[in-house]
């Protein structure tokens, strides 16, 4: 064999080893970096509207259980711990870096108590209502047995303890149940639905205090909404909604 040769060789084993070709070496993924879409309300659609980062999260921060709302002051995020069913961590909207932070100008760890046995904690929506002197924060999630009843909590600024539950009635056939969000708007509670199959549209129901119901195409909703433009990579098996006061707001996470 020639030196030539020899050396080629030794050179070329030495590439492949330090690219980990041939050596075993241990692969790695970036992880996750989620990005907030964000589409706002105008004349029955959402439209998109831009994105936000999410940072300083802990690392079990669980991305596929979460919710948004505005109180008044702050945009606040919500997000699941892996592995619990009762361990919230909270993010806001930070003006100065433009992100959603962990912790700013926020307790960055709840917990949701007295959960009934039949409450899904496979995914939660978040809502306020009221203003700065009189204020009140929730939690959401639906039942297992029974897809048109929503249990509520409610924050003592600590925890959200179980309040009580809602219906739903009046749903279109084709609600896709595994979507949803609710928000405070205008002074109404109102809960949204997914359609099957159909990713741009969403069904609203508005609570009724006569009958303490959420009703699809209450008195003022409109029935059917529209999303448009949203990014092709936003996860759309989860949505959130808000409103801030003065726009309704609409918001998908991108693909993990």
């Known amino acids: 064999m020639s030196c030539i040769n020899h050396y080629a060789i030794v050179i070329s084993s ?23 879409y964000e589409a706002i309300y105008s004349g029955g659609s959402y439209s998109y509207a831009g994105q936000y980062f999410i940072t300083m999260a802990p690392d079990d921060t669980d991305w596929y259980r979460w919710g948004i709302m505005h109180d008044g002051a702050d945009y606040r995020l919500y997000f699941m711990k892996e592995g619990t069913d009762n361990t919230l961590y909270q993010f806001a909207y ?46 959401h999630m639906k039942s297992i047995s029974n897809d048109a009843l929503i249990y509520t909590f409610r924050s003592d600024n600590v925890s959200y303890a179980y309040e009580r539950s809602y219906n739903i009635t009046g749903a279109p056939s084709d609600t896709d149940w595994s979507r949803w969000a609710i928000l405070i708007g205008q002074g109404v509670s109102r809960f949204y639905a997914g359609k099957m199959g159909d990713d741009s549209i969403i069904y ?38 808000l409103y801030n006061g003065s726009q309704y707001r609409f918001y998908n996470l991108n693909q993990q």
Do not use: R
């Open 14 to 36: 030495l590439f492949l080893l330090s690219c980990g070709g041939g050596g075993g070496a241990d692969n790695t993924t970036t992880p996750y970096e989620p990005i907030l």
């Open 94 to 139: 930070n003006p100065n870096s433009a992100d959603y932070e962990f912790g700013y100008n926020s307790i960055p760890q709840l917990t949701l108590t007295n959960i009934p046995a039949d409450a899904d904690t496979s995914s939660i929506a978040m809502s306020h209502v009221g203003n700065l002197a009189t204020t009140s924060y929730y939690a």
């Open 204 to 241: 609203q129901f508005k609570y009724n205090p006569t009958n303490q119901n959420y009703e699809w195409g209450g008195t003022g909703a409109v029935p059917t909404l529209s999303v448009t433009g949203m990014p092709a990579d936003s996860d759309t098996s989860e949505f959130g909604m």
